[in-house]
């Protein structure tokens, strides 16, 4: 079974940075679509990026341009590296492998 692994949040100020970064156990990862997802309480999960096999990225309206998906297939690991962060980006951000699995999520608070 995969597992995934996220690191990265923490609590930056309005206009800073994170890259979260999320390690994966599946030996099929270099074919796997990889997702960041986030959730606030009372609000659904949303799809924030996400990243196929072959690198060819997408994201949500309000973090492009601030906000990049990557992918290292020699460590396993997709990451997000967030930019020009606002209040509004503050959730628990959620690693997604192929629509089936998901971290266990890792916590990003943006505020003064």
């Known amino acids: 079974q995969v597992q995934l692994v996220e690191s990265g949040g923490g609590l930056v100020q309005p206009g800073g940075s994170l890259r979260l970064s999320c390690t994966s156990s599946?030996?099929?990862?270099?074919?796997?679509?990889m997702a960041w997802y986030r959730q606030v309480p009372g609000k659904e999960r949303e799809l924030v990026a996400n990243?196929?096999?072959?690198?060819?990225?997408d994201y949500m309206d309000s973090v492009k341009g601030r906000f990049i998906i990557s992918r290292d297939n020699a460590k396993n690991t997709v990451y997000l590296q967030m930019n020009s962060l606002t209040p509004e980006d503050t959730a628990m951000y959620y690693c997604?492998?192929?629509?089936?699995?998901w971290g266990q999520g890792t916590q990003v608070i943006v505020s003064s």
């Open positions: 990243i196929t096999w072959s690198s060819l990225t």
């Open positions: 997604n492998c192929a629509g089936r699995t």
């Open positions: 599946g030996s099929s990862f270099r074919f796997d679509t």
